[in-house]
């Protein structure tokens, strides 16, 4: 899987995308084996997987909840939805809720800036978000 991306400019990120698409997350076993075959420092590896936000070393919960807190998103309640939504799953963000089955997460721009807040739901992006609404789509999400 490496040598598919061994001479790509930017190979790092790509190879870590990859992994993390065919093996749900980025176990930490994994640092000196990319590191090994892109011939880099096991810092430089860690590093960029500490660095992206999409990148996980654990793996993730069943439901995944992202909210926008960018500047669009932000003018129009981001801030008080993510609150009121951690508040009510219980769980801070980049957390998980108290059983494990829903992440909640922050995301900067979903590309749906007209009409936030806006969030993600198992990968299916919202618009005009509430509280209620998120915890209606995360019922109808969970397993
Ligand atoms: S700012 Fe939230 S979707 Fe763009």
């Known amino acids: ?44 590896v860690h590093g960029v997987i500490t660095f992206y936000r999409d990148l996980r070393t654990t793996p993730p919960a069943p439901v995944r909840v992202r909210l926008c807190r960018a500047e669009a998103c932000a003018s129009v309640g981001a801030e008080a939805l993510v609150s009121d939504v951690g508040e009510r799953l219980g769980a801070r963000l980049g957390g998980t809720t108290p059983d494990g089955q829903v992440s909640l997460e922050e995301v900067f721009c979903l590309g749906n800036c007209a009409l936030g807040p806006s969030g993600q739901v198992d990968g299916r992006v919202h618009g005009r978000l509430d509280a209620d609404r998120v915890l209606d789509l995360v019922a109808r999400a969970r397993p």
Not at 11 to 21: A, E, G, I, P, R
């Open 1 to 44: 899987m490496v040598d598919e991306h061994r001479h790509e400019p930017g190979n790092l990120l790509v190879v870590l995308l990859d992994l993390q698409q065919r093996l749900g997350h980025l176990d930490p076993a994994l640092v000196p084996v990319v590191a090994h075959e892109l011939n880099l420092s096991r810092a430089e």
